[in-house]
């Protein structure tokens, strides 16, 4: 298993790219047809997920498996029709350790360059949709607010709910990061 972890850890989060945050297995399907018919993407991705036996071995190796699926079926609608463009998209920067975070987006991060600007964002240059800013800079935030409990011997729990983190219905501005 070790082995075909290493060979699907694509550090563009391209489809059947598998992650190991934080002690759990992360897979990504991903389709990004630029011309289709209704329900092509959907159809791809069922179609992955069911022929992949590694997620089959890891769901199946023991009675306590869970499983959280995020799916989104829209392509970036800022940047390139691309894989590593399309939805879900995670937190994994380029020469950073941070905690992990992934995300998918329904509509666009008007000031993501601001966002990259400001907080030094080392996004992988093929990368070049908006909504990769989200979950980066909310593992920034898990980050610090680890760091933050480190320091002060508070739980991780205790000191993030001082650190700011974005709420479902926070405007996605540079004010609010």
Known sequence: MQEQLRQRSDPLFTSGAVRTPE??????YKAAAEIGELGDN???????????????DALAGSPAAEATVLGHTRWA?????????????????????????????????????????????CIPPAVTTDAKVIPTLVARRRAEAADTARRSNRSPATAARSTRVLSPSSPISAAAL
């Open 23 to 28: 002690g759990h297995l992360a897979f990504v």
């Open 42 to 56: 959907t159809r791809a991705l069922r179609a992955a997920i069911t022929a992949d036996d590694l997620l089959r």
């Open 77 to 121: 609608s800022v940047g390139i029709i691309s894989e590593p463009n399309a939805h879900p998209l995670d937190s994994l920067e380029e020469g950073r350790a941070n905690p992990y975070a992934a995300a998918a987006l329904n509509g666009d991060v008007d000031n993501h360059g601001e966002l990259v600007e400001a907080h030094s964002l």
